[in-house]
């Protein structure tokens, strides 16, 4: 028989006694010896027989330096758009950026709930080009904005959004199930913190005349130039990607066997966690939103500080928010033991959200810089969120060895998450609109300092005394 067609059956069996065993009550993997291979061999790909090979050091630095480097290249798909001002045009009620930034944060929230299906069930070997086409789908949108008139940019920028939203799940899903997850997956969250600023600092080199020997793109153009200039990048870094060795047995052993997650599977996940799952959504859907009003008004909360318009200073200052996070993150690697890293996981995102307290606190008494505020509150906001997207729910499945993939458990909290997003920048267009940015952001900072600590200390109380129940 055809090894292609038998490896299709073995999947469908495998999917078989999965479902078998969820009807029974048992959600545990099933011994690795009954479990099928992936579809792709490593004689297919070129370098994976030779990563296979490698010490794990070099494993790490190779795919922190793929993963990071795909995560990156995306944003000049998603975020160079926020860098113009589109001043002069309005869209309904809305002015043309705040309705620009609303729209394609729908079309990624969107993404995000189809990525709890498509995302927990993809498989390793169409990962590589569900990102390819992901991205020619983000870049056609983007072209399709630079030459529609004003009105019809809110429609381009939310089809930029739809496939978007599915990239961090396809590229997570090489990354998770490892003993090196938590390194990974703090590495690849590095690269969502600086990439935001830095590509919108690109789009601003690109309109700049006297940058370009007097000529400049427009801000219609603006965005998708900026895509092309990262395509090749990101299509190289994919194909990086797509080499990764499956977890060894060690990794297995260490972290559970990641399979994609069915329905049955995906119900059963959220009915045995489902309090403190709503504990943790709660905290999520005000988080996503805190963050993304920093990111995608950052420029003008600096104005109303009164800084100028100083080519950079966002980047500077968010390249060492990512330093900060990454090193946190990176300290989890070494707790070998699931139960105490997830404790520590919580005990970081706690401390997160108090820092927002702590630094508006000292920037409202005059005792620090706009500038270090700003900092202060990106740290403690990516203390908090950078978790959710890598190593909470990995540490959560590895100690309690339930069916399950973090991608879906970071698919269900995203979607969620962006609709806050949504919900916040209306509340703030139509029941905010006399006050500044800065001020609502001022307000923003303390419910989120006082309201995130209390619930992220509920929710890690539950989880404990859930997996003291369990053991």
Known sequence: MDPYFTSIVDFAMYGAS?????????????????????????????????????????????????????????????????????????????????????????????SKYLGIKFCSEARGDRRGLALVLLILWAEAALLLFAVAPPQWKVAAIFLNGLPLGMVWGMVCGFLEGRQTSDLL????????????????????????????????????????????????????????LSQLPRPTTDDVTARVDREPMDGVHRMAFLKHFLPGMILLIVVYFFLTAYRDLRDNFGEDLFKEMGYGDELGKFSRIEIWVAIGVTSAMAMLVLIRNNRRALSG?????????????????????????????????????????????AVLFDRLIAATHI???????????????????????????????????????????????????????????????????ES
């Open 345 to 389: 996981v919580f005990v970081m995102m706690a401390a997160g959200t108090a820092l927002l307290g702590g630094g508006t606190l000292l920037f409202d008494a005059g005792m620090i810089r706009g500038d270090t505020w700003m900092m202060l509150t990106g740290l403690g906001a990516y203390l908090a969120y950078v978790p959710y997207g």
């Open 185 to 240: 997956l703090a590495v690849l969250s590095a690269s969502y913190i600086m990439a935001s600023a830095v590509v919108k600092d690109v789009g601003r080199l690109l309109m700049r005349s006297d940058i370009l020997g007097g000529y400049a793109l427009s801000e219609s153009w603006m965005p998708a130039a900026t895509g092309a200039m990262f395509l090749v990048p990101y299509l190289c870094a994919v194909w990086l």
């Open 403 to 469: 069916t399950a993939t973090a991608v879906f458990a970071i698919y269900l909290t995203d979607a969620v998450g962006y609709t806050g997003t949504v919900g916040v920048l209306l509340y703030k267009e139509f029941f905010q609109a006399d006050a500044t940015y800065l001020a609502f952001f001022r307000g923003f900072t303390y419910l989120m300092a006082i309201g995130g600590t209390v619930l992220l200390l509920a929710a890690y109380a539950y989880f404990h005394r859930q997996h003291r129940r």
């Open 18 to 110: 999965l479902r078998k065993r969820a009807r029974q009550g048992d959600y545990r993997r099933p011994p690795r010896s009954i479990r099928p291979g992936g579809l792709m061999s490593t004689r297919s790909r070129l370098l994976t027989p030779m990563l296979s090979r490698s010490p794990g050091a070099v494993l790490v630095v190779y795919a922190s330096f793929a993963a990071f480097c795909t995560y990156f290249c995306m944003y000049a798909f998603r975020k160079p758009f926020a860098a113009g001002l589109y001043e002069g045009y309005s869209f309904g009620p809305l002015d043309l950026k705040s309705a620009l930034v609303i729209s394609q944060v729908i079309g990624y929230t969107i």
